[in-house]
């Protein structure tokens, strides 16, 4: 199976800072014939499900807002928020979907200092 | 617009069983693969099972296998997940969740609230 690894497991940003998380796989999750990173990224608001907010590694889903973006190719991936809102504050997951069984990050909980 | 509603879950003791559903609607459900999803109270997101578009091919995580089975009817718009021998740890809040094609390559763009199994004696 591969490993997500996230990084930090919880954060603390001021608003209108700057928010990175790291995401890093045990193998690539690079698909050598679309060139695609089947990589996604979730946000998970307390009592809420979880919510696309980027896929094919850096691709921003419908409706979600441009300070949020993704980066990264094969084993390493991050996730940035530019410029955090009080509504930000949720818990993010990296998941691959390159290889089954599909496998999640531990989830890192974003915060307002 | 989207939605999908889990029922079924419940308190069940070990040993037991139970199948959940996902009543799906707002979209071609017989077109998009879906996977359950589960959360353990106070913890992450683990991927439990996933099935293709038709339902001809599912696969399960390890640590279900050959306990819990996933299904689908599109002429219901329905996916099952079916539990048995259940576990204490299997206790969490399980959510169906809509893949963006019909393959179960690709990011889950709609989740449903989720149903709580817990299983104690």
């Known amino acids: 199976d591969i490993v997500m690894t996230q990084s930090p497991d919880s954060l603390a940003v001021s608003l209108g800072e700057r928010a990175t998380i790291n995401c890093k796989s045990s193998?690539?999750?690079?698909?050598?014939?679309?060139?695609?990173?089947?990589l996604a990224w979730y946000q998970q608001k307390p009592g809420q499900p979880p919510k696309l907010l980027i896929y094919?590694?850096?691709t921003r889903e419908s409706g979600v807002p441009d300070r949020f973006s993704g980066s990264g190719s094969g084993t390493d991936f991050t996730l940035t928020i530019s410029s955090l809102q009080a509504e930000d504050v949720a818990v993010y997951y990296c998941?691959?979907?390159?290889?089954?069984?599909?496998?999640f990050g531990g989830g890192t909980k974003v915060e307002i200092k | 617009e989207v939605q999908l509603l889990e029922s079924g879950g419940d308190l069940v003791q070990p040993g037991g069983s139970l199948r959940l559903s996902c009543a799906a609607s707002?979209?071609?459900?017989?077109?998009?693969?879906m996977s359950w999803v589960r959360q353990a109270p106070g913890k992450g997101l683990e991927w439990v099972s996933g099935i293709d578009s038709s339902g001809g091919d599912t696969h399960h995580a390890d640590f279900v296998k050959g306990r819990f089975t996933n299904s689908r009817d599109n002429s219901k718009n329905t996916l099952y997940l079916q539990m048995n021998s259940l576990r204490a740890e299997d206790t969490a809040v399980y959510h169906c969740?809509?893949?963006?094609?019909?393959?179960?390559?690709?990011?889950?763009?709609?989740w449903g609230q989720g149903t709580l199994v817990i299983v104690s004696s």
């Open positions: 094919w590694a850096s």
């Open positions: 707002g979209f071609t459900f017989s077109n998009y693969a």
């Open positions: 998941q691959q979907y390159y290889s089954l069984p599909f496998t």
């Open positions: 969740a809509k893949h963006q094609l019909g393959s179960r390559y690709s990011g889950a763009d709609h």
């Open positions: 193998r690539s999750v690079l698909y050598s014939s679309d060139n695609k990173s089947y």
